[in-house]
Antibody, heavy 119, light 111 residues
């Protein structure tokens, strides 16, 4: 059974940084494209970015609102996905989900981790 | 960005009756490989989203066959043949052709 378990969500001040993690199990992690999706009060569900599998180059793509501030990393030896978030602002408040990318969509989701940006 | 517009915003339904949700994209979702990457998700209260349908009409594993997807180009529909109590929640369409964008959601509730 596919399991994705996010952690690391917290209360952060505007301008601050935070790294959230996603522990994956139940599938071949190094063979998967992975994405982060967030759900915010202002914009609903929003794709944040993705990372391809290493054999496809391991490259990343980001949505415009987070490009240059967020970085997605993967550690295939630990079956873990990361989202490093810098220069956080209030609009980044929301639940962050780790997902697998399959067939042009998000096949499996974690339970999410809450990130709150507030002074 | 491709804009996904869902209707209605709210859908009260009677148990056992059919339901239909519409999703329209601001541009064609046909990709260069010939596939149309249109997905449907269900989010029950207090839960994470769950994918029901991918590539317009393909049901994900474990999804009841009362859910079906159809459409082409820019117009798509999710149908529930007979609504059950467990179908209450918010339904989202999402396109995966031009990066990824979600619709605003349709709340399904029981009358």
């Amino acid at each position: 059974e596919v399991q994705l378990v996010e952690s690391g969500g917290d209360l952060v001040k505007p301008g601050g940084s935070l790294r959230v993690s996603c522990a994956a199990s139940g599938f071949t992690f190094n063979n998967a494209w992975m994405s982060w999706v967030r759900q915010t009060p202002g914009k609903g569900l929003e794709w944040v970015g993705r990372i391809k599998r290493i054999i496809d180059g391991g490259t990343t793509d980001y949505a415009a609102p987070v490009k240059g501030r967020f970085t997605i990393l993967r550690d295939d030896s630990e079956n873990t996905l990361y989202l490093q978030m810098n220069s956080l602002n209030i609009e980044d408040t929301g639940v962050y989900y780790c997902t697998t990318e399959e067939d042009g969509g998000f096949a499996h989701w974690g339970q999410g981790t809450l990130v709150t940006v507030s002074s | 960005d491709v804009v996904m517009t869902q209707s209605p915003l709210s859908l009260p339904v009677t148990l056992g009756q059919p339901a239909s949700i519409s999703c329209r994209s601001s541009q064609s979702l046909v990709y260069s490989d010939g596939n149309t990457y249109l997905n449907w998700f269900q989010q029950r209260p207090g839960q994470s989203p769950r994918r029901l349908i991918y590539k317009v009409s393909n049901r994900d594993s474990g999804v009841p066959d009362r859910f079906s997807g159809s459409g082409s180009g820019t117009d798509f529909t999710l149908k529930i043949s007979r609504v059950e109590a467990e179908d209450v929640g918010v339904y989202y369409c999402m396109q995966g052709t031009h990066w990824r964008t979600f619709g605003g959601g349709t709340k399904v509730e029981i009358k």
